[in-house]
């Protein structure tokens, strides 16, 4: 089975490819594409969760979206090295949602792995958009990881 690992180059897309790692079976899986879309023209830049933190913010000021885009399937695909099944890599441009389908239906992917909230806005806003519509568009099951909830401060 090919499994399709999206990443927005958030810690949430990360964590949603070491969950796919923590209990799938890597002999049942022969290919997983760590996948990242860069919009064109985006007003807001490919996040940067994943660069080395020895990176000076001038540093990545300057770097490209596709660039940052780059440096996250790198950090995803290392997670996964070693796993088991073969780690490739892919950058596309355009719509996140309608590239993730798009490579499934062209990988013939057996499942899709994203992460729910990958980029710090309310879940609700992110589960309702990218993750929500390759739920729907899809041509082959989506993992969609929320991220693991932060423990609330005792009220005084």
Same mark, same amino acid.
């Given at each position: 089975?090919? *499994?399709?690992?999206?990443?927005?180059?958030?810690?949430?897309?990360?964590?949603?490819?070491?969950?796919?790692?923590?209990?799938?079976?890597?002999?049942?899986?022969?290919?997983?594409?760590?996948?990242?879309?860069?919009?064109?023209?985006?007003?807001?830049?490919?996040?940067?969760?994943?660069?080395?933190?020895?990176?000076?913010?001038?540093?990545?000021?300057?770097?490209?979206?596709?660039?940052?885009?780059?440096?996250?399937?790198?950090?995803v695909?290392?997670?996964?090295?070693?796993?088991?099944?073969?780690?490739?890599?892919?950058?596309?441009?355009?719509?996140?949602?309608?590239?993730?389908?798009k490579?499934?239906?062209?990988?013939?992917?057996?499942?899709?792995?994203?992460a729910?909230?990958?980029?710090?806005?309310?879940?609700?806003?992110?589960?309702?958009?990218?993750?929500?519509?390759?739920?729907?568009?899809?041509?082959?099951?989506?993992?969609? *990881?929320?991220? *693991?909830?932060?423990p609330?401060?005792?009220r005084?």
């Amino acid at each position: 089975m090919h *499994v399709i690992v999206a990443t927005d180059g958030s810690q949430q897309s990360l964590d949603a490819a070491r969950h796919l790692r923590s209990f799938a079976d890597p002999a049942r899986i022969t290919d997983v594409t760590v996948l990242a879309v860069v919009r064109p023209l985006a007003a807001v830049a490919f996040a940067d969760d994943l660069a080395p933190a020895d990176r000076t913010r001038a540093e990545g000021e300057s770097s490209s979206f596709r660039a940052a885009a780059e440096s996250a399937v790198r950090v995803v695909a290392a997670e996964l090295d070693g796993w088991g099944p073969t780690v490739r890599t892919s950058i596309r441009s355009g719509s996140p949602a309608q590239e993730i389908t798009k490579a499934a239906s062209a990988l013939g992917a057996g499942l899709v792995v994203v992460a729910a909230g990958g980029r710090g806005l309310s879940r609700t806003v992110l589960l309702g958009s990218t993750a929500q519509r390759v739920q729907h568009s899809a041509p082959c099951p989506v993992l969609v *990881v929320r991220p *693991v909830p932060r423990p609330r401060a005792p009220r005084p």
